[in-house]
């Protein structure tokens, strides 16, 4: 049985503007373990090739798959769904299947659509495996926990309780040539470290798929994984996509000691916890290669922190970014603007504070209320959301208002960050001597955008 793994193509994800085009690794995960399996695998990202309708057409009516399962978040759907039609209307006996984040929490509404089959709920890798295995078998769905389908929704599949029994994700049916952090010229590769979180801001969806408890690889599965990227795909750059990567502090220490006793030559980056640095952990990453970290900032007033359930204080994160400054590792500041409560004053304060924390690079997203979280439980009973359409889910296009600042406010008020953000002389020397002329490029690419 033949299947295809398909990103949709996509355009406009903000990554893009700080460039970075990141693998798809969720399908890819599922393509090893598929693989694993016996199964033939094509994985095909749309967006990464910059694919048009046209030419996805052709990929699917030359591979002639069985199954096509396609992944999506809310920004992406809309390009999803597209997607699932033509596969349909391409394959018409072959099974149309969506997963990923959006659809996990949202499967009813997909499900609706007549050229979407099944809808895989919760991680897909093993869900997956067992689905195609039994659909080769012509077994009975019913006993495939993790899917829902017609009017049926088997039992939840619990996570992956230890993550070091996953394949590497099947990188060898990615185009990695396309992919690109920072508009830097290295080759540069994705991982994930560890999955859940115990914490539960309330924007964020990642422990309601993959649940509140921390599962970790373990130091020597990731550091061999880091080792295979450099050798195999000659990656100069790795960056680890968990959604915190830091919050194991001694795992981190491990792993970067676990980078040196093996002389790994590469530069590394991931996603941090204002709270969870330290001298010491930021020296060992410095020495074992790291260079860039992405710190949720959210936002200068402790009221509004407390309000997400960041569980922060702003001299924590103040302290971070002099630490971080202190080792050489670039600091990317995500910043969210908006969220409920916030006042032009608060917005106002926290586009200052930003300045004055001087990161590398600073990402102001509009407060976005994502299927799966708190936030976006709470929207809809206080009926917040003023716009409904999933592809403006991007956090560059304001969906709710604040009490005293309107949707066209919000994003004047954004634009203006990212301005008075970017657009000064002393920020610009800085970079170029930092990043060279790539920064202008990096620059002008956001203004454009905002
Ligand atoms: S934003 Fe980060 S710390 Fe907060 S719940 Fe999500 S993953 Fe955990």
Redesign the pocket.
Known sequence: MKVMLINPPYSSSKYKFIGLVAPPLGIAYIGAVLESGGFEVEIIDGAALEMNWKSLEQAINKAAPQVIAITALTPTINQALETAKLAKKTCPDAMVIMGGYHPSFNYSEILEKEYVDLVVVGEGEYTMLELVQTLEDEGDLKKVRGIAYDDVVTSPRPVTADLDELPFPARHLLPMEHYKILNMKLHTSTMISGRG?????S??A??ALHGRKLRLRSTENVVDEMEYLVEHHHAGMIAFMD??FT?NPTRVEQICEGIMKRDIDVYWGCTA?ADTLSNNMLQKMSDSGCITMFL?VESADQQQLDRVN?QMTIEKIRRAFTLSRKHNIRTIASVVLGMPGDTRDSIGRTIKFVRELNPSYALFSLATPYPGTRFYKESVENNLIKVKDWSKYTLLSPVLETVDCSIDELKNMQKKAFRQFYIRPTYVLRQLRMDGPIILKTIAALMKEV
């Open positions: 979180c115990p914490m539960q801001c924007f964020c990642s422990a959604d915190t919050l916890r949720g960041k």
